[in-house]
């Protein structure tokens, strides 16, 4: 099962077409929404988790949408490390479901590869230092409950 965390902006003339749907119905995606602001006739933001059989089947459903005018912006861009305050303490590798996040041997130096992130932002709670953050917005932002 391919999965990916990805954040959709539908243009404000199609905010009322049935689009989630056709994912389950065309491209056989599972999704979870993570959150959404959609009004009619106003841009609408979704972030969701989609679950395909394959890449495959996630990228061509990401083709459809993105055919419609739907900007798609996976969450893994989103992930960011304040180099400045990570002190390389691994932390974050032994949480990382899927290796995004590692430590190169003999270095031992903590590496992140984006291409594997999911945006699970399972890193940004166990930070001990906050230096990962996740945006949902605009700006890069530590979740509230974090913040001492």
């Given at each position: 099962m ?6 959709l902006?539908?243009?404000?003339e199609?905010s009322?077409q049935?689009y989630?749907y056709q994912l389950?119905?065309?491209y056989?995606?599972?999704?979870n ?5 959609i ?12 679950k ?16 419609l005018?739907?900007q798609?912006e996976r969450?893994a861009?989103r992930?960011h490390r304040?180099?400045?305050?990570c002190?390389?303490c691994g932390?974050?590798?032994?949480v990382?479901p899927?290796?995004?996040?590692y ?5 031992m130096?903590?590496l992140?590869?984006p291409q ?10 166990v930070?001990?230092?906050r230096?990962?953050?996740?945006s949902?917005?605009?700006e ?5 409950e974090?913040?001492v």
């Open positions: 391919f999965t990916q965390i990805y954040v902006r539908f243009p404000k199609t009322d049935p989630i389950v119905k065309e056989d995606i599972e999704f929404i993570l959150k959404a602001d009004l009619l006739q106003r841009e609408g933001v979704m972030i969701l988790e989609l395909g059989s394959s890449k495959h089947n996630v990228n061509a459903g990401l083709e459809y949408l993105k055919g005018g739907v798609v969450l861009a992930i304040d180099d400045e305050k002190f390389q932390a974050c590798t032994g990382c899927v290796g995004a996040l430590i190169k041997r003999p270095s130096e903590v992140f590869d594997k992130c999911t945006g699970c932002s399972l890193c940004v709670t930070c001990p230092v230096a990962m953050a996740v949902l917005a605009e890069w932002v530590v979740p509230e974090l913040i």
